[in-house]
């Protein structure tokens, strides 16, 4: 019903950056919160970061002031922007969307497939 496509892993060096994107399609007619979770490789999966467009943001810890997340609902996308990445930075990102579907007249919480990203020297 929606489908999300991540795109902007890869490898970066310590104190690089990276921007991740993530666009949602499909039977959407109207998005919510909109998030980026990451999984390290042995680990749990984890919060990142949360938007409810416009401004309402969230981050965890051990990410703020160095990541930003945004969103634009016209287009249907959330980014991350990851600036001086950390090898503890390494993880499969992912994004999730919470958007009420037309066919299914109700709130969904879809996930992307994962995008890697590595942080090395």
């Known amino acids: 019903q929606v489908q999300l496509v991540e795109s902007g892993g890869g490898l970066a060096q310590p104190g690089g950056s990276l921007r991740l994107s993530c666009a949602a399609s499909?039977?959407?007619?109207?998005?919510?919160?909109m998030r980026w979770y990451r999984q390290a490789p042995g680990k749990q999966r984890e919060f990142v970061a949360s938007?409810?467009?416009?401004?309402?943001?969230n981050y965890a810890g051990p990410v703020k002031g160095g990541f930003t997340i945004s969103s634009d609902n016209a287009k249907r996308t959330v980014d991350l922007q990851m600036n001086d990445l950390r090898p503890h930075d390494t993880a499969v990102y992912y994004c999730?969307?919470?958007?009420?579907?037309?066919?299914?007249?109700?709130?969904?919480?879809?996930w992307g497939q994962g995008t890697q990203v590595t942080v090395s020297s």
């Open positions: 999730t969307v919470v958007a009420f579907v037309r066919t299914l007249l109700s709130w969904n919480d879809s």
């Open positions: 499909g039977n959407i007619y109207n998005i919510g919160v």
């Open positions: 938007i409810n467009h416009p401004v309402d943001t």
